[in-house]
C-alpha cells in the first residue's frame, strides 16, 4: 500500500479544474488516510459548484487507481473560512504598551491586582499609568489614597493624578463620593472613549487598565477602541472559576488582543504570626487554566490580612511593605508581563 506522502506526490499532476495549477498546490488537500481496506482523501475546494466536485472526484480517482487496490473515498470539507485582518486601532500617543487587566466575575480581587502590578511594573523601573475603568465599582482611588480631582489643560484634556508614582484616572475622581453611578450603554461608552482619547499621559511605557469585571458593554468599547498590547486574566484557584477564565479568553480572542497570561489570586494563605501556608481556596487551579486555554501562567498571588489594611489606608502592599512575599510576588508577575510585552514587540518588527 502507498504512503500518504507518495500519494499526494501523484496528486501534483491533477490539475485544478480550468486552471494549470495542481490541487496539491492550490491547498485543496487537506488530508489523506491510508488503512487496511481503504483510502480516504479529504479535499477542501474554494467553492460550492457540484460540477468541479464531480470533475475533483473522477481526476483524483483516475490518479490514485494504479496505484491503490483498495476502495478510494473521495470526502470534500467546507473550507475553512478566510481570517480577515482586524481593522486597525488608533493608538494612545506616547505610550508604548496597553495592557488590560479582565476578570470572567467579581470577587477575584481583580482591581487588587491591577493596582498592584501597576505599581510593580513602576517599582520595577517602568513609567506607568493606571486607568481605572470599573464605571461601577471605581475602588482604585481608595486603594490608592486618592482624595484629588484630575486637573484639565488648556486643550481640555485631562490631567491624570500623580500617586505612588503612578499617572491615574478613574471615574471615582469626577463623581462626588457615595454617588452612585446610575449610566446607560451610550453613556458608559462616551466616558470610556474620552479616558482613552482625551487624557494626557504623557510618555508611558506600560498603561494598565483595569477593566470592568465580566465581558459587558464597557469591557468591549475599551477592547474594541483601544491597540491593546495584551489582557491579563485573573482568577481563583477553584474549579467553578474555569468558565470565568474561558469568557475572557474568549473576549480578548475575538477582539484580536493576545493573553499575556493568567494570574491566580488568592492562591493560599500565609499565616501572619507561624508564617504557615494553608491553601484555602484549593490551588493551582489557575495554572491548570492556563494550560487548558494554552495561554501563559503568570504567577500565584496569596490571600494575606495586610493587603486589606493596607489597600484601606491607601497605600497598596506593595508600596507599604516591598519586602513581603505578597509584594515580590507582583514583583515577579510584572518582570513576566514586561517580557512577554517585549516579545511580542519583537515579533511585531519582524513582521514588519
Known amino acids: 500500500m502507498p504512503t500518504p506522502q507518495e500519494l499526494l506526490e501523484v496528486l501534483k499532476r491533477v490539475k485544478y479544474p480550468g486552471f494549470s495549477r495542481d490541487i496539491v498546490d492550490f491547498g485543496i488537500v487537506k488530508d489523506i488516510e491510508v488503512g487496511g481496506v481503504s483510502v480516504t482523501v479529504h479535499l477542501a475546494p474554494s467553492t460550492d459548484n457540484q460540477g468541479v466536485f464531480a470533475q475533483l472526484r473522477q481526476r483524483v480517482l483516475e490518479a490514485l487507481s494504479p496505484l491503490v487496490h483498495v476502495p478510494i473515498e473521495i470526502v470534500f470539507e467546507k473550507p475553512a473560512p478566510v481570517q480577515m485582518p482586524a481593522p486597525p486601532k488608533p493608538e494612545i500617543p506616547g505610550i508604548l504598551h496597553i495592557v488590560a487587566v479582565a476578570s470572567g466575575k467579581g470577587g477575584v480581587g481583580k482591581s487588587t491586582v491591577a493596582v498592584n502590578l501597576a505599581l510593580a511594573l513602576s517599582a520595577n523601573g517602568q513609567r506607568v499609568g493606571l486607568m481605572d475603568a470599573d464605571v461601577y465599582g471605581p475602588s482604585v482611588p481608595l486603594m490608592l489614597g486618592i482624595t484629588e480631582k484630575p486637573a484639565t489643560t ?199
Open 154 to 352: 488648556e486643550e481640555k484634556r485631562l490631567v491624570p493624578v500623580m500617586k505612588h508614582n503612578l499617572k491615574v484616572i478613574s471615574v471615582g475622581m469626577l463623581v462626588p463620593d457615595g454617588q452612585a453611578i446610575i449610566w446607560r450603554g451610550p453613556m458608559i461608552d462616551k466616558l470610556l472613549t474620552e479616558f482613552v482619547r482625551n487624557v494626557d499621559w504623557g510618555e508611558l511605557d506600560v498603561l494598565v487598565i483595569d477593566l470592568p469585571p465580566g465581558t459587558g458593554d464597557a469591557q468591549l468599547t475599551l477592547v474594541q477602541k483601544t491597540a491593546l498590547s495584551g489582557g491579563v486574566i485573573v482568577t481563583t484557584p477553584q474549579d467553578v472559576a474555569l468558565l470565568d477564565v474561558r469568557r475572557g479568553v474568549k473576549m480578548f480572542e475575538d477582539v484580536h488582543v493576545p493573553v499575556l497570561g493568567v494570574i491566580e489570586n488568592m492562591s493560599y494563605h500565609i499565616c501572619s504570626h507561624c508564617g504557615h501556608r494553608a491553601e484555602i481556596f484549593s490551588h493551582g487551579g489557575g495554572a491548570k487554566m492556563a494550560q487548558q486555554f494554552k495561554v501563559p501562567f503568570l504567577g500565584e498571588v496569596p490571600l494575606v490580612r495586610e493587603i486589606r489594611i493596607d489597600g484601606d489606608q491607601g497605600v497598596p502592599i506593595v508600596v507599604a511593605n516591598p519586602q513581603h512575599p505578597q509584594s515580590q510576588a507582583f514583583r515577579k508577575i510584572a518582570t513576566q508581563v514586561t517580557q512577554r510585552l517585549e516579545e511580542r514587540a519583537r515579533r511585531q518588527l519582524v513582521v514588519h
